[in-house]
Structures are given as C-alpha cells and as structure tokens.
C-alpha cells in the first residue's frame, strides 16, 4: 500500500507543479516583475510547503534531527537532482541577477545556519526570528530591483488575459495537488524506509528530503520544457533560500531545535554548502552563463555520490 501511497503523491506533485507554473507566469503579466521574481516567490512558497510542515510535525514531535535533515537534504536535492535533471532536459541560460544577488543570498543563509547550529548545537527562536526576516528584507530587494528587468522575459502571450479568478484558482490547485502529494509521497517514503530498519536521521536528510523536493523537480522541469527557463533556475535558487529562512526560521519559532545528530554538522551541512558553491565554477566553465547538459550530469552523479556515501556509511 505504501507503494501506492507513493505513485499517488507523484502524479499529485506533477499536476501542482503545472498549475503552479501557469498561475506564475500569469502573474508576471499582472504585476509586471520579472519570471525570475515569480518563480522565487509565488512558486517557492507553495513548493517549501511540504519541508515546512514535515519539519514543524518532525520538531513538535521531538525528531528535531527529521526538522533540520529535511531541510538540508532537500537543498541537496534541489540543487543535485532537480537542477542537475532540468539541466539534463534542457541547457539553462543563467540570468545575472543569479549571481549578482541571489546565490550570495543562498550562500548567506546557508553559511549563517552553519554557524548558528555550530555555535550552541541549538536553532533558536531568536535566531529562527533573525533569518525569517533577513528574507523579508531580500523579498522587497528583490521586488524593488526586478520592475527593471520586466521588459526583458520572452513568456507566452496568451497568459497576458488570464483573468485574476482563473489564476488565484491555478493556484489554489496547485497548493492543494503539492500538499496532499507531498504527504502522501512522504508518509509512503518513510513506511517503506521504516520496514527496511532505516534511521530517522537518513530518511530525513534522503527520502523525505527527495519527496518535498518532488514538487520543485516537477515545476522546472515542465518550466524548462515549455522554455521558461527564469522559472526553473529562480524557483530553485528561491527555494533553498526559503527552506532555511522560512521553513527553519518558522519551525524555530514554533520549536527551537537541538542538533541531536552529529552527522548534521560534521557532514551533511558540508554537503549542502558545496553543492552551492559549485554552481559558480559550472557557470564560468564553458559555456559561460549556461548550465549545459553535461554540467547537470555532473551533478546528478554528484547526488548520487551523496547518497551512496548516506547509506553505506550509516
């Protein structure tokens, strides 16, 4: 029955990401920002949902572990799986606000989550409340910078007269569909891990990470198929950033959370930081300013390389 439970929350997430990146791109049409904003907003939002909720049910319930494991983990797979799979599908042309503003930004939260949980081995709701609204501060940055760059997306014209019903319904479908997808992707993931004898510190830094990480995979890369190429590289960029500041910042505030696991600090962090750092040196070799195909297989080996080393060395 897990099984089933999994393909269920699979074709879920594949029908929000779909409805998602519509509403999305409607409303760069509305506003008049650019696709790189929405995807960091509207879509990043709805996609860190599932790590919010996981991580808040995981640090209430005392697996402070699962709360930040998932968090890591899923940066990992945004980065590793998603990135490296719609690369894969198609070359992403890398826009200079990537490198200008948002993976500094990235690479902040996440150096900044390094030190605070090396510091004390505790996120505290002071500092869950300090990165919560470091991101507020970055969200109108980012707004006030983007109006300059409206004119310059290329997005389907025919979105232009969605009506505002239509969109704020695209969107209420494509929260749900991720939502329930989600949770059932994840309860079937973690069943199926239990019955094997798997810790709950390696499910929260690889399944559950993979299955909240299932809605960011499935809007890039239908992005990126339909060329909306701003959207897949902003909604990913946007989402790590958002699973630190807002999902770990939220859950602090809710609960703060001791490291109880070692291996967060000594090893999976590293992990998630140099995933990050990678992307400038893969941006600069040739092609320039484009994750190619090769460049995307790279990392998904990368990944892979992860989570051999997970398992065979817990």
């Known amino acids: 029955m897990s099984i089933v439970w999994v393909i269920l929350g699979f074709m879920l997430l594949v029908v929000g990401g779909?409805?998602?990146?519509?509403?999305?791109v409607a409303l760069s049409f509305k506003f008049n920002i650019s696709k790189m904003v929405i995807g960091m907003t509207v879509v990043s939002f709805a996609t860190s949902a599932p790590?919010?909720?996981?991580?808040?049910?995981?640090a209430l319930s005392g697996s402070p572990a699962i709360a930040i494991n998932n968090v890591i983990g899923s940066n990992i797979a945004n980065i590793g799986l998603v990135l490296g799979i719609t690369a894969i599908v198609t070359n992403i042309e890398v826009d200079k606000s990537f490198y200008r503003l948002n993976w500094p930004v990235m690479m902040m939260f996440s150096i900044v989550l390094y030190y605070f949980l090396k510091n004390d081995f505790l996120f505290?709701?002071?500092?869950?409340?300090?990165?919560f609204t470091a991101l507020l501060v970055f969200l109108v940055l980012v707004m006030r910078t983007a109006k300059k760059d409206a004119v310059t997306d290329e997005v389907d014209d025919t979105?232009?007269?969605?009506?505002?019903?239509?969109?704020?319904l695209w969107l209420l479908i494509?929260?749900?569909a991720l939502y329930y997808g989600s949770v059932w992707l994840v309860d079937g993931a973690k069943s199926i891990a239990r019955s094997v004898g798997v810790s709950e510190a390696v499910i929260g830094v690889s399944l559950i990470a993979i299955g909240t990480s299932v809605p960011e995979l499935a809007?890039?890369?239908?992005?990126?198929?339909k060329q909306e190429?701003?959207?897949s590289l902003g909604n990913l960029i946007g989402s790590n950033i958002f699973n630190i500041a807002s999902v770990l910042g939220i859950t602090a505030l809710i609960k703060p959370m001791p490291v109880t696991d070692e291996d967060i600090l000594y090893n999976d962090i590293f992990w998630m930081i140099g995933f990050a750092?990678?992307?400038?040196?893969?941006?600069?070799?040739?092609?320039?300013?484009?994750i190619s195909r090769w460049k995307g297989l790279m990392l998904v080996i990368a990944y892979g390389v992860f989570i051999f080393l997970l398992f065979t060395s817990k």
């Open 18 to 24: 779909e409805y998602l990146v519509r509403s999305s």
């Open 174 to 176: 494509g929260a749900t």
């Open 229 to 231: 190429k701003a959207i």
């Open 124 to 131: 505290s709701a002071f500092e869950g409340g300090m990165v």
């Open 219 to 225: 809007a890039s890369v239908i992005a990126a198929v």
């Open 51 to 58: 790590e919010l909720l996981v991580s808040v049910q995981a």
């Open 159 to 168: 979105l232009s007269i969605v009506s505002n019903f239509k969109i704020i």
């Open 277 to 290: 750092a990678i992307l400038i040196p893969l941006m600069l070799l040739p092609k320039r300013f484009q």
